[in-house]
């Protein structure tokens, strides 16, 4: 596994598709910092937001990174073919740890913001990247790894996806009283910087309830991109 994971990330880097989405991101770090007396948990609310679109980037880019061929001769080797996901998975995750670092802390090395960072801030930071940060794997995994890779507008699907999420609480007003159910198919990135939005000095009342609703989803997604995958790899 972790010979694969080099590999992986060695043909990642190589390929050099990885610059459009890490660029952009560290852009637009540097571009919401450029200011100093921001406030803390708003800002960090709005670079994890971010970091969930470009790893939904970058997770796709990484399960489409090999040709059908190169692929089958990786799950030869790799003997059983859920390694195959999970050390996808783990590349993508290697590749968000630097994000995450940079996220966090260029605006405390920057003196970027208003007021000091208390504890609980930083736990509400890392808490939303990675949180964010992983449903962004998750979402791309989906979307690069399963049969619905082989739809035709696979792009514009996870493009319509990303931006529903987004706008989850504007489509609960407009569905009809008793549909809004069916809105839990989508990320549920409202777990993830809603409490750095409600939290006024301490971590917020609802955020062990929150984290643990985030934790069942990315649970539930992940068995069913594993179904997914290995029903899409099956001979």
């Not at 783990?90 to 913001?113: D, E, G, Q």
Request: hydrophobic share 50%; glycine share 6%; charged share 10%.
């Amino acid at each position: 596994m972790k010979s694969f994971v080099i590999y992986q990330l060695k043909n990642y880097i190589r390929s050099l598709i990885f610059i459009p989405p890490v660029v952009l991101y560290i852009c637009w770090v540097g571009i919401l910092y450029a200011y100093s007396t921001l406030d803390v948990l708003n800002s960090y609310a709005n670079s994890a937001v971010v970091l969930y679109v470009i790893l939904t980037w970058i997770s796709m880019n990484i399960f489409r990174l090999e040709e059908e061929t190169e692929k089958h001769i990786l799950l030869v080797h790799l003997r059983q073919k859920e390694y195959f996901l999970y050390g996808k998975w783990i590349t993508c995750i290697v590749m968000m740890i630097p994000l995450v670092l940079t996220a966090h802390f260029y605006p405390i090395l920057t003196n970027s913001f208003q007021a000091e960072l208390i504890s609980s801030d930083h736990i509400l930071s890392i808490y939303s990247h990675v949180g964010l940060g992983v449903l962004g794997v998750i979402t791309g995994s989906f979307f690069g790894g399963t049969n619905i890779t082989r739809t035709r507008y696979v792009w514009l699907l996870s493009a319509l996806t990303v931006t529903a999420s987004f706008a989850h609480s504007q489509i609960v007003e407009l569905l009809p009283n008793g549909f809004s159910w069916l809105l839990w198919v989508l990320p549920p990135l409202r777990f993830f910087y809603e409490p750095l939005q409600t939290s006024g000095g301490g971590l917020p009342s609802g955020f062990l309830a929150a984290f643990s609703m985030a934790m069942f989803y990315i649970l539930i997604a992940s068995v069913i991109v594993l179904k997914m995958f290995m029903r899409k790899e099956k001979v």
